[in-house]
C-alpha cells in the first residue's frame, strides 16, 4: 500500500474538503460522504485508509473484538473506516478501541454509524466522526466480518490505501490512483476562490465577481 508522502500531506493540510469536494465533482469523482460529522470540535485529519467491515451478530462468532486487528496493522497517520452501513441503535466503536487506536498513533476515526463514550474522545483529543452517539455496547448486537478490504462510507466506495480527508465540513475520500489529480485541480480552484474574496473585498460587486471568474461554471468538466 503506498502511503502518503510528506509533500503529500502537506498540500492537503491546505485544502478544505470543500476544496477536495469541488475538484471530485469537477473530475467527475464520488468521494464525499453524507450524514458522517465530527463528534466535538476536532481538527482536520489527513492519512490513508485502513477499514473494517462489520455485520450482524448471530450464529457465526467474531474471533477478535471489531477494530483490534486493524489497530495493530496501522501505521502512525492512517485513519481507520468503520462500515456499519448507517446503523445508529448500536455503538461499534468506544473508548477502549479509541486509547488504542491512539497509542498507535492513528490520526482518527470514521464511522458510517454510531459510536460511544465521546466523552473519552474528547478528553484523550482523539478526533472521532460518526453519524451519532449510543450508549449501547456491540456485543451481541453487531461483530466485525473482515477488515482491510472494500468497504462503503457515507455512500462512498473505500480501498485499504485510499487518501482520507476529514474536517468540520465533512469527509472526502479521495482513490489512491487519482490523489495527484485531485490535489491539483483543488489547489486551481482554491486559488481561482481566493481570488474572488479579494475581489469582494476591495468593494467588486457580486454580480461582477460571478460574471468575471464565471463562478456558475468553475465545477464544468470541461473547463468552460
Not at 468521494?31 to 473494517?52: D, S
Not at 489497530?71 to 441503535?89: P, Y
Amino acid at each position: 500500500m503506498k502511503r502518503l508522502t510528506k509533500a503529500e500531506r502537506e498540500r492537503l493540510e491546505k485544502l478544505s474538503t470543500t476544496n477536495l469536494s469541488d475538484a471530485l465533482d469537477k473530475i467527475g469523482l464520488h468521494g464525499v460522504t453524507i450524514g458522517i460529522r465530527p463528534l466535538w470540535g476536532t481538527p482536520k485529519i489527513v492519512g490513508n485508509a485502513m477499514t473494517v467491515k462489520m455485520t450482524a451478530a448471530g450464529e457465526t462468532k467474531s474471533k477478535t473484538h471489531l477494530g483490534s486487528a486493524t489497530i495493530d496493522s496501522a501505521e502512525a497517520g492512517d485513519i481507520i473506516l468503520v462500515d456499519n452501513g448507517g446503523r445508529i441503535d448500536v455503538s461499534c466503536w468506544g473508548g477502549i478501541l479509541a486509547t488504542g487506536a491512539k497509542k498507535r498513533g492513528v490520526s482518527g476515526i470514521i464511522v458510517d454509524g454510531a459510536c460511544r463514550d465521546a466523552d473519552e474522545f474528547l478528553e484523550m483529543d482523539f478526533p472521532v466522526f460518526a453519524k451519532a452517539v449510543v450508549p449501547m455496547s456491540a456485543r451481541g448486537r453487531v461483530m466485525q466480518d473482515s477488515y482491510n478490504v472494500m468497504i462503503q462510507i457515507g455512500g462512498v466506495q473505500v480501498r485499504p490505501g485510499d487518501v482520507v480527508v476529514a474536517d468540520t465540513n465533512g469527509v472526502a475520500v479521495i482513490p489512491a490512483a487519482r490523489l495527484e489529480e485531485v490535489i491539483g485541480q483543488a489547489e486551481k480552484l482554491l486559488e481561482k476562490e481566493e481570488q474572488m474574496i479579494a475581489e469582494i473585498k476591495k468593494g467588486t460587486s457580486m454580480l461582477d465577481v460571478d460574471q468575471k471568474f464565471r463562478y456558475e461554471h468553475m465545477l464544468d468538466k470541461q473547463g468552460r
